[in-house]
């Protein structure tokens, strides 16, 4: 075998090796996704040089179609992976709009090897340390993610387009440090030689272990699990946001939204044709599932204003639609045999979730388990009922610690014993669905906070997870064929920039202006300080956080990495409350104005849409764990909560005059959320609006007049912001938007402006086929 010469690159305690493919901090080596290692060499062979964001994902992702995020993702890796430099710096300098640097020295070292011998080394060295740890770059798939994702409140509302969004932190290599102490210990006072041997027997035994893994991975050309997977683009309008297959393969069903009303549409995949089989009218459709025969789809709808789900049956080639099932809160499982399906009904009054089997025309309905709060079944990541008709799969979690920390849980059908499928835990489920042969599950998820929903097989009964999907779209929803060849599901794509405009009222000029060009700049929430800067949340440094800058969009900059989202600056301009999950939830927290002095405020089980009073001497909010759905306040600088409503109440906001609670409200199970004002010290409302649209999902702020709210509404499937007053007139336009979607807003302290995060929302059904029994398999 020839002899390579190679140059390996230093850089502190770092070691680069382009031969074995691997990265060694202080000679071990880290476990590091195979893009984010390509990354790193393309920056350390360009050291002190930029390198364009084109040039990145023309070279590394060359034969992929990807977005741009997909190189923050890694980039985020590489400097949690990396940290920061003897002197506290990072390695990976940001180059706004254009790319990024490397920029700690770096050393050239000449090292002969052989790509095998250089793995091998360095595999070697990793069993050593690690006692077999998983060895770097070479494992088959990459294990770390962006995705983005709000934190959105799942229980009491349900939106058509749910916010995505969670930084996976990359794979962890074990200490070396504390088993290289270990190890001596061992080796410097033996007191039975024969356990020494076996000690270095069984070292050895391990690095060849993981060695043989290493070529048998690198010598295996055939295909990996997926990767001859193909996808295919069914609807382009940007519209469709819900569907399910026909178990044969043949059809699928979504919904078409034109300017608000709804419709169900069947089309035939092979020959692009297509019918409408139901008119929903302005009722929202949110679930669709096919019956075990594919003569029948069944749908989950709400009327206007109500949040009470029916159950529909409609043929698939249409006709009159049946009510099947009344207060019905999640897509339906059928049993394979076709004659019982289930579903979960929320009872929040009840405080409980139960999960209903019924004959397929609805009757004789059976609880089959129960969760009473602070404990939950999640309704949005739906049921599956296993092929052998034993056991009904679902997603579940507990508020006492992070709501959105979820778990695949199983029900026994006959015993009702109900265990985890697996301990791993998720931040969201959207959809699940069994193989055919019953050794795995299928489905959309989020595996960490801020993480963007892909696709993933669960191994069963073993629960180990591989993520299908990689990019920087969300999929919403999954439905399965019978033979488990094909799936569809919805991809979500989404873009949010910074605005500031003037009002349709200014008579010098309703001027619009874009400040920012990220992919999420002001989703997370946006406020001005009294000096007329920009406070919003961004992901331009690869994961959401909290940046500033001035009102013509100049001096972008981070104010501190370890904040998140929601910014809200105290009226004296001091301070800035954001919030954040460094711990198991969502909590709220302060910081200078200059990002400096980081104190947490909250310690509940979970809170969130922060606001000050405008004397600045109080912090209103929403608890969303075990007291969810009730407003609270606390002293501006920390200190006991004490409860403003014991109502389900949510969305502070305080009137200019300190008077009075503009929030979102419902008075009983069965109401719908409506945007209400309440008096400041609680107590019943003293003004609803049933005028203003999607209260639970809405953004509204006080004008600055105190006299009315503005708020949000698509009419027309275009944003605008409107202005509804208290006395009950008739709504104005604000703005004059002629597409895109708004996300967020806030009025200047000068009261002329409003800075706004504009984009867009596309959601199409993409068919993904040729999922084989061997790109199925398990092993």
């Not at 502190?12 to 290692?37: H, I, M, N, T, W």
């Not at 075990?292 to 749908?299: H, S, V």
């Not at 104010?559 to 301009?573: I, M, Q």
């Not at 969130?608 to 909010?621: A, F, K, N, S, V």
């Amino acid at each position: 075998m020839s002899t390579e010469v190679q140059a390996c690159y230093v850089f502190g305690s770092f070691r680069l090796d382009p031969v074995a493919r691997c990265l060694l901090r202080d000679g071990a080596p880290l476990a590091l996704p195979a893009k984010a290692y390509e990354v790193l060499l393309l920056l350390v062979e360009r050291s002190g040089q930029i390198v364009e964001k084109d040039e990145f994902l023309q070279k590394v992702w060359a034969d992929t179609f990807v977005e741009e995020g997909s190189l923050t993702v890694s980039i985020s890796q590489l400097r949690k992976m990396l940290g920061t430099d003897a002197a506290g710096r990072k390695y990976i300098e940001t180059i706004p709009r254009r790319g990024y640097r490397f920029v700690a020295p770096v050393e050239k070292v000449i090292a002969a090897a052989t790509p095998d011998e250089a793995a091998e080394n360095c595999l070697s060295s990793a069993a050593m340390l690690d006692g077999g740890a998983e060895s770097p770059v070479l494992a088959p798939h990459d294990s770390g993610e962006l995705a983005i994702e709000g934190f959105a409140e799942h229980a009491g509302g349900s939106t058509e387009a749910s916010n995505g969004h969670a930084l996976s932190a990359p794979l962890t290599a074990t200490n070396p440090i504390a088993h290289q102490a270990n190890a001596e210990q061992v080796i410097s006072t033996p007191k039975d030689h024969r356990q020494v041997a076996l000690l270095a027997l069984a070292v050895i035994g391990i690095a060849g272990i993981v060695f043989g893994l290493y070529r048998f991975v690198a010598g295996n050309k055939s295909p990996m699990p997926f990767q001859t997977m193909q996808v295919m683009r069914l609807t382009n309008t940007g519209k469709n946001n819900v569907a399910a297959i026909s178990p044969d393969g043949r059809y699928f069903v979504y919904i078409a939204n034109n300017a608000g009303r709804r419709s169900l549409w069947v089309k035939q995949i092979a020959i692009d044709s297509s019918v409408q089989v139901a008119d929903l009218e302005e009722r929202e459709c949110r679930w669709l599932t096919f019956s075990q025969d594919g003569d029948y789809i069944y749908y989950v709808a709400r009327e206007k204003n109500t949040t009470v789900g029916v159950l529909y049956q409609v043929p698939v080639l249409g006709g009159s639609s049946k009510k099947i099932a009344v207060d019905v809160d999640s897509a339906v499982a059928f049993s394979p045999d076709g004659e019982r399906l289930a579903f979960i009904r929320r009872s929040p009054f009840q405080r409980e979730d139960v999960m209903i089997v019924a004959n397929v025309d609805g009757t004789a309905e059976q609880k089959l388990i129960t969760h009473q709060y602070p404990n939950f079944l999640y309704i949005s990541g739906g049921l599956a009922w296993s092929p052998d008709n034993r056991t009904i799969v679902f997603s579940a979690g507990s508020f006492m610690h992070d709501h959105h920390q979820l778990r695949i849980s199983k029900i026994d059908v006959e015993t009702r014993i109900e265990s985890y499928v697996s301990t791993q835990r998720w931040y969201e489920v959207a959809g699940l669905a069994w193989r055919k042969d019953g050794r795995g599950l299928l489905m959309t998820a989020i595996n960490e906070r801020f993480g963007n929903r892909q696709l993933w097989q669960l191994s069963y009964p073993g629960g180990e997870s591989q993520r299908i999907t990689n990019d920087l779209n969300d999929y919403q929803g999954l439905s399965l064929t019978a033979d488990s060849t094909a799936l569809i599901t919805v991809q979500v794509a989404q873009h949010s920039n910074v605005w500031t405009t003037t009002t349709a009222q200014d008579q010098e000029a309703n001027q619009s202006k874009q400040l920012t060009s990220g992919k999420y700049d002001g989703y997370y929430g946006l406020d001005w300080t009294p000096q007329g800067q920009i406070v919003y949340g961004s992901t331009a440094s690869g994961k959401p956080r909290i940046w500033i800058m001035e009102a013509d969009g100049s001096r972008q900059r981070e104010l501190n990495e370890n904040s998140e989202s929601s910014p809200a600056v105290s009226p004296d301009g001091r301070y800035i409350l954001f919030a954040s999950s460094k711990e198991d939830a969502v909590h709220i927290w302060r910081m200078d104005i200059d990002g400096r002095n980081l104190t947490q405020l909250t310690r509940g089980s979970g809170e969130l849409w922060q606001t000050w009073t405008p004397d600045g001497r109080w912090i209103l909010y929403a608890a969303i764990g075990a007291n969810r759905n009730t407003l609270w306040k606390i002293p501006a600088d920390g200190g006991a909560p004490v409860p403003v409503t014991q109502q389900p109440t949510t969305k502070p906001i305080v009137s200019p005059d300190g008077k009075l609670i503009a929030c979102v409200y419902r008075a009983e199970a069965s109401s719908p959320w409506q945007v209400a004002v309440i008096p400041f010290e609680g107590g019943a409302p003293i003004k609803i609006f049933d005028q203003i649209p999607n209260a639970y999902f809405q953004t509204f702020r006080w004008t600055p007049d105190g006299r009315a709210l503005s708020y949000i509404d698509a009419r027309g499937g275009v944003a605008n912001i409107w202005r509804q007053d208290l006395d009950g007139t008739a709504p104005q336009q604000l703005t004059n938007f002629a597409d895109g979607q708004i996300f967020s807003f806030a009025w200047s302290r000068d009261k002329r402006r409003l800075a706004l995060a504009r984009g867009a929302i596309s959601t199409d059904v993409v068919l993904m086929k040729n999922l084989t029994r061997s790109q199925m398999s398990n092993e």
